[in-house]
């Protein structure tokens, strides 16, 4: 099955803002973990911006993915890019 990053953009305190809503973010990544939807995902060390890959049939299934998560939904990511990837090794 194809992979692909996505990069996102999170909004300004983010740290503060996220709170209501981490477990279920969490808990909806654990998910899809252990279902081989997701392989990586998270923050970078200053909360700008997050990446994850993920492993699925095409592009729209990882947009509705990330457009699903409880992040996107209350506007914890503010904006997202996905590109299919090709794994070298």
């Not at 990586?40 to 700008?48: A, E, I, S």
Request: hydrophobic fraction near 40%; aromatic fraction near 14%.
């Amino acid at each position: 099955m194809p992979k692909y990053v996505m990069w996102g953009s999170y909004c300004d305190n983010v740290a503060e803002k996220r709170a209501p809503y981490r477990q279920a973010h969490l808990g909806r990544l654990t998910t899809l973990k252990t279902a081989g939807s997701l392989i990586t995902l998270g923050p970078t060390q200053d909360l700008t911006l997050v990446f994850g890959v993920y492993d699925a049939v095409d592009e729209t299934t990882v947009r509705q993915l990330i457009e699903a998560d409880p992040y996107w939904e209350n506007g914890i990511w503010t904006e997202y890019q996905v590109k299919e990837w090709i794994q070298a090794f």
